[in-house]
């Protein structure tokens, strides 16, 4: 289960995240929209403390990771990351990039972390791709091989930063369908997403942030067919 | 016009300087590049204090001349400590000091130079810091570190003739020595010049292959 109490997050003088209040059971499915700049991304950072909060307390299966206290790369084995543009390691195969922090991170001797490795890509569909260098692939296998590696770690959160939009529109399904087969395995989600349609479909839950705060919270049918503020009326307008 | 004669006779004997040109080259290199690393590293620290004082350092270095470094080196230090520096240790010492700063900074920009998305995916994975540096931010860095690399390597070689005020019987030096004894200084001088750009066209030559084989991983 997350927990997250009066966080907030400022740049400078500007206030990104304004008080957010958040419960996650675990398993549950959470897509996360709102305009741009209203703090999506940071929100997600704050969760895996890639953003340092600047307020309020964030709590991830009874450990508050907002205390000083608390080991952070420990943390960030239980919480994994999908980025926009994939960050995978460049000069690293596809299946050196899934092995390397479960050997270096966990102590996973090299067999078994290539075994799992090769169980991962499959699951993801890139088991001809395995000993291709990054730069071979296109921008979906690229984030397909991402997913994998961020798997092998075995996390218990996963968050997605806007997963699909940095890719070609063609290519955007293959990952959705991949990220639809995590859904409700047992793994706790939060996606940043402008695919209103996987949010609708996939989702257990709607988050619309507007300006640094959750505007709206609840079931995804509910939000898209009768959304209560104004400003989600306005956002679901210009984006269906 | 060049005498055909002074010129043979006198090149054996000054080509003997270029092992000591590259004798202190190569050591300097060496050094800067442990100093200069570190320096770099001081340099991406959060705590200012450190990156501070890196800065300065390179500020210092980059800002006077490496002539008045080396003499700073080799006249001051005895009249502070008391011990009789030779030249063989100023030199390296000064040359050291002052390729660590130019080195850091080409090692500063390599590696921030490499996306910070990289860090961030290795930190998201729980790699530490240290590893993230050592297996994912540096192999990327060295593309970008290794043909400045080799330049900083040029220009120590052509600055190293420096040393030959202080009597070390460098390119310069013997050239010059062949000068004195025989009233010529043509001959010396351009044998002298001819071998430094023969080292020079080698290192350029080895850089322009880095760079290549650099470019076709990509």
Known sequence: MISIEKLSKTFGNHQVLKDINLEIPLGQVVAIIGPSGSGKSTLLRCVNLLEIPTGGKITIENECITDPKCKVSSLREKVGMVFQHFHLFPHMTVKENVMYAPIKVKGISREEAGKHADELLKSVGLEDKADAYPSKLSGGQKQRAAIARTLAMEPKVLLFDEPTSALDPEMVKEVLDVIKNLAHTGITMLVVTHEMGFAREVADRVLFLDEGQIVEDGLPLNFFTQPKSTRAKQFLEKVL | ?218
Do not use: C
């Open chain 2, 1 to 218: 016009m060049l005498n055909y004669n002074e010129f043979v006779t006198a090149l054996p004997f000054i080509a003997g300087g270029a092992l000591i040109t590259l004798k202190y080259t190569i050591l300097s290199v060496f050094f800067g590049l442990i100093l200069g690393t570190l320096l770099a590293l001081a340099k991406m620290t959060s705590f200012p204090l450190v990156s501070w004082l890196s800065s300065a350092y390179t500020s210092l270095f980059r800002g006077t001349p490496l002539l008045v470094q080396l003499m700073l080196v080799y006249y001051a230090i005895p009249e502070f400590t008391g011990y009789k520096i030779s030249a063989f240790e100023a030199g390296i010492l000064a040359f050291s000091l002052n390729s660590a700063a130019y080195i850091s900074e080409i090692i500063r920009a390599g590696i921030q130079a490499v996306d910070k998305g990289q860090m961030e995916a290795a930190l998201s994975l729980g790699i530490k810091y240290r590893l993230t540096m050592q297996h994912i931010i540096l192999p990327q860095a060295i593309k970008n570190i290794l043909p400045a690399l080799v330049n900083e390597v040029i220009n120590l070689l052509k600055e190293s003739s420096l040393i030959s005020v202080l009597g070390e019987a460098d390119l310069l030096r013997r050239a010059n020595i062949v000068a004195a004894e025989k009233f010529i200084y043509f001959e010396p001088l351009i044998i002298a010049a001819l071998l430094y750009y023969l080292m020079v066209m080698v290192l350029a030559w080895f850089a322009s292959l880095l760079e290549k084989r650099m470019q076709r991983s990509d």
